[in-house]
């Protein structure tokens, strides 16, 4: 029988500022994330002073079960420069070279 579990977490942050005597300024931040085997799900809010709420919301993954066996779906993925990657081989051909290997 496949286990499931859950977990959640929220936090709050808000601050309120005056300069010279001014009236506050209150800047907010909240975050809130769930967890379950489906994955990860997290929504954000901030807001500035005098600006409206921001929200922002995310999702990842979460460990499927194939066969028993628990497995992620990350991949990685060759993020090098293509021109970078040139230079790199061109300079192992060198190296060869200098070393009698090629």
Do not use: C, W
Not at 69 to 78: C, E, G, K, L, P
Request: aromatic share 8%; net charge negative.
């Amino acid at each position: 029988m496949p286990s499931s579990s859950q977990s959640f977490s929220y936090s709050f942050v808000s601050t309120s500022t005056s300069r010279n005597g001014g009236p506050p300024q209150r800047t907010a931040y909240a975050e809130r994330s769930f967890t379950d085997n489906s994955g990860t799900t997290t929504e954000r809010m901030r807001q500035l002073p005098g600006q409206a709420p921001v929200y922002e919301s995310s999702e990842r993954p979460g460990n499927r079960r194939l066969g028993g066996v628990s497995s992620t779906q990350n991949r990685i993925t060759d993020v090098t420069d293509s021109n970078e990657q040139s230079y790199e081989e061109k300079m192992e051909d060198e190296y060869a070279k200098r070393e009698g290997g090629a």
